[in-house]
């Protein structure tokens, strides 16, 4: 089964963005697809890189490092959505109720997810 993009629709349930695809699977695709649509996001990407994997001798941590930043460029390609989510969080740090605020997380945490199951190119 193919995940399906997530697409957040604005006000009215329309969705006039155009929001980009996703890379090849690659560090290098994802790092230039960040530089592209995401700049914001690339300070961290490349910190990162070099402080997790740069000096490493293994490419074991590169599928976790990938999977990381394969989810917050989904997320970051699409501002109504990064909106949506930090909203959430916003929204479930503040509620009063536990059970609001656990439904406010599970929703988050259900976007996340179907962010991070985008397949290259969609």
Do not use: C
């Not at 740090?93 to 397949?119: I, N």
């Amino acid at each position: 089964m193919t995940a399906q993009p997530v697409h957040f629709d604005g006000p009215g349930g329309e969705d006039p963005r155009r929001i980009p695809p996703m890379p090849e699977g690659s560090p290098q695709a994802l790092r230039l697809a960040i530089s592209e649509h995401a700049p914001h996001l690339l300070p961290d990407f490349e910190s990162h890189w070099r402080r997790a994997i740069g000096d490493a001798f293994s490419l074991t941590p590169v599928p976790a490092f990938m999977q990381l930043w394969w989810t917050q460029y989904a997320i970051a390609r699409d501002p109504l959505l990064e909106a949506h989510l930090n909203d959430l969080e916003a929204r479930a740090g503040k509620a009063e109720d536990p059970r609001e605020s656990a439904a406010l997380l599970a929703e988050y945490s259900r976007l996340r997810r179907a962010a991070a199951e985008a397949e290259p190119g969609e």
